[in-house]
């Protein structure tokens, strides 16, 4: 069997798996290595309506078709690029691309929101839910740790400590693998961008980001009311370093091969009412 990681290294691990392994670690390795779809529910097909709601609201969502790994990648740059002249005009983005390397650990993922604060701007991760009840304690523990992880992942852009240069060498991204019919259809439907190479746009949107920030050291959690939109609950906080680098030890551990997946213990069964892969569990199937 592939090692968890040997899945991500030239992609990087989705920051919603680290932060899954929080709530149940054998739930996210099933999820890997299991040909299992889990069904979405309704509360998560609505969160989903909602977090595009609010990126139509800031921006003119247009569809391209990647061809390649790296048209892909392209993508995911020039939307970094756009949003970075936002930034500069101090406007809000949404569903800003990150990327970085924590613990070893290659890291990408999709930043929900960055909005002007002061001088400066603040990161707000915005959850939705069916229920008009705050979080329980071990949903509030999981979007904290994403929350905060998205926050440093940022701030190691912004400060420097993670460069172009840094993700190029961990992607192995192959500049020449960009197409020409990918670059034909963002052009046409994109009038007015010029026709760079993926290098190129790397080096730009990661000095882009860096030039414009800087991030403030109060992060925001705000979970919302599927149902009306109203707030449920807003989270302030600012970086912990004590506890965000105990949970990310533990986390890594498993992608690294250190250790298997661990399921949850006694305590916690509850969750295994939610989870789509009991029936394949081997805490349930020993």
Request: net charge positive; charged share 30%; glycine share 6%.
């Amino acid at each position: 069997m592939q090692q968890p990681l040997d899945l991500y290294e030239k992609r990087g691990v989705p920051v919603h798996l680290l932060a899954g392994q929080l709530w149940c670690e054998q739930e996210v390795d099933l999820r890997l290595h299991t040909d299992i779809e889990p069904e979405l529910s309704e509360e998560v097909k609505e969160g989903q309506r909602i977090h595009r709601e609010l990126h139509e609201a800031v921006a003119d969502l247009v569809p391209i078709r990647p061809r390649t790994r790296e048209d892909h990648y392209y993508v995911l740059f020039y939307n970094v690029f756009v949003n970075a002249l936002r930034l500069r005009k101090r406007k809000r983005v949404r569903e800003l691309p990150i990327f970085g390397s924590i613990s070893s650990l290659p890291i990408q993922g999709l930043i929900d929101e960055v909005r002007p604060k002061g001088r400066g701007f603040r990161m707000v991760e915005t959850k939705t839910r069916r229920s008009n009840r705050p979080p329980s304690p071990p949903q509030l523990r999981r979007d904290k740790f994403q929350t905060v992880l998205y926050w440093l992942l940022l701030q190691d852009i912004a400060t420097g400590r993670f460069t172009g240069k840094d993700f190029r060498r961990r992607w192995e991204l192959q500049p020449s693998n960009v197409t020409d019919a990918f670059l034909d259809e963002l052009q046409e439907k994109m009038k007015g961008f010029p026709r760079v190479g993926l290098k190129d746009l790397i080096r730009a949107s990661f000095r882009g980001l860096r030039r414009e920030l800087p991030l403030s050291n109060i992060i925001e959690l705000r979970y919302i009311f599927q149902e009306t939109g109203g707030l449920i609950k807003r989270y302030s906080f600012e970086y912990d370093a004590s506890n965000f680098e105990k949970d990310m030890e533990f986390v890594a551990g498993y992608w690294l091969g250190e250790r298997a997946a661990i399921p949850v213990g006694k305590r916690n069964e509850w969750k295994c009412n939610y989870c789509d892969y009991r029936s394949v569990c081997p805490k349930w199937n020993q």
